[in-house]
């Protein structure tokens, strides 16, 4: 069975702001690592920190983790329009397992982002 | 370089035709798996391999095997595929098993029909 989850499963962000990811798991783990996939392609690894590690930084990546609450957080400081991406958590669990990822989509500064309405239900009849 | 190769990257094929998708590694790995990766569902593995002749189930193993002769290669196989086996697969090996970075292959889309 799939041992880490993440949460949230989707966050859309602002470029250069901070975005925030848990993961939380279910047995006991030696370690626990982030990865990142590009869409459609093959993930790639970003981080391992160990069971007996709280906190590691690895250049705009920090993560934390709290075996009491079996849970791990990723920060992303300063995210750019790159960093959007689905993020997962593996465990080690003696077979690497991953949970079902978190979707970030980094909106480029200057965007336009449009607001829309409820929107109108128009019924033609014939 | 050090890299896993999957083959093919796209297949469409139709029910019940046996196919094989490859992955090989150069990087003298000993722990090998396979994931598929379907929309909502996360990455779940099929099976892994922690070294030669020995492969193990893993989350979602029916109507795939695979095989273990040498270090570098660990094919998927698909005796009869059916189309809910329609996915996006992945190879991955790592130097040991769940505690050192895994590396990927870039991905196999199939599609049964």
């Known amino acids: 069975s799939q041992q880490g989850e993440e949460d949230p499963q989707a966050l859309s962000i602002q470029e250069g702001e901070n975005a925030t990811m848990n993961c939380s798991y279910k047995t006991s783990i030696n370690n626990l690592q982030w990865y990142r996939q590009n869409s459609g392609r093959g993930l790639v690894h970003l981080i391992l920190i160990r069971s007996n590690e709280r906190e590691k930084h690895s250049g705009r990546l920090r993560v934390t983790l709290d075996t009491s609450k079996k849970s791990s957080s990723l920060l992303i400081t300063a995210s750019r329009a790159a960093d959007t991406a689905s993020y997962f958590c593996a465990t080690d669990d003696n077979r690497l397992a991953f949970g079902k990822g978190n979707q970030v989509v980094v909106i480029p500064r200057g965007s336009y982002i449009p607001t829309f309405g409820r929107g109108t239900s128009l019924i033609v009849h014939p | 370089e050090a890299q896993v190769t999957q083959n093919p990257r796209y297949l469409i094929t139709v029910t019940g035709k046996k196919l094989t998708v490859t992955c090989s590694q150069n990087m003298n790995h000993e722990y090998m798996s396979w994931y598929r990766q379907d929309p909502g569902l996360g990455l779940r593995q099929i099976y892994y391999s922690m070294n030669v002749e020995v492969t193990d189930k893993g989350d979602v193993p029916e109507g795939y095997k695979v095989s273990r002769k040498e270090k570098r290669n660990f094919p998927l196989i698909l005796e009869s595929p059916s189309p809910n086996q329609t996915s996006l697969y992945f190879c991955?090996?790592?130097?040991?098993?769940?505690?050192?970075?895994?590396?990927f292959g870039q991905g196999t889309r199939l599609t049964v029909v």
């Open positions: 991955a090996s790592s130097l040991l098993s769940g505690n050192t970075e895994a590396f």
